[in-house]
């Protein structure tokens, strides 16, 4: 690569990469998976800089670079397992605002739909694409872009109801 395009791409990286690693996290909700991702989706970026000549699809080719990644990544069987049990609830002395409150609860509940519907819901509801733009991220079909936004939402309704239960004020 030459000085040009790499200067090119350093100062794409200072740009961008804070919200490709809000982003990932999104996906993950995971800060250490996220910035993991983040860097294999900037390698691959990296990689391929002098072939990308639409300046536009960069961002497309990152954010699918993205996505494959965090759908690579679910399914190595290191993944599955637990080594350290959740954290405490916390206490009436932790005292987490509302909003922030609320945030935990979204990423908690995103964490439990499978990878293919969370990548669904944060690109198409969190990034602000729309089903064509999400089916080409994600290297699908429009179609099973609408279907898993669909189970997406539904299982989404589901975790976040009981979770929901769980944080109104009984009596």
Not at 18 to 41: F, I, K, P, S
Not at 91 to 120: I, N, S
Not at 140 to 155: D, F, I, M, W
């Amino acid at each position: 690569m030459d000085e040009a395009a790499e200067q090119a791409f350093e100062e794409y990286f200072r740009n961008r990469r804070e919200a490709v690693r809000r982003n990932a996290y999104l996906l993950c909700g995971d800060w250490h998976r996220a910035d993991d991702l983040a860097q294999t989706a900037f390698v691959a970026l990296h990689r391929k800089w002098d072939t990308i000549r639409e300046p536009a699809a960069v961002d497309s080719y990152l954010r699918r670079t993205l996505v494959r990644a965090m759908i690579d990544d679910t399914r190595r069987p290191w993944r599955r397992e637990r080594a350290v049990p959740e954290p405490p609830e916390p206490t009436a002395a932790d005292g987490p605002t509302d909003q922030v409150a609320t945030r935990h609860t979204l990423v908690d509940a995103l964490r439990q739909l499978p990878p293919r519907q969370r990548a669904v819901l944060v690109l198409r509801f969190l990034e602000g694409m729309d089903v064509a733009a999400t089916a080409r991220a994600m290297g699908c079909r429009e179609g099973t872009v609408k279907s898993q936004t669909a189970h997406g939402l539904a299982a989404l309704r589901t975790v976040l109801g009981s979770a929901l239960d769980d944080l109104r004020p009984t009596g």
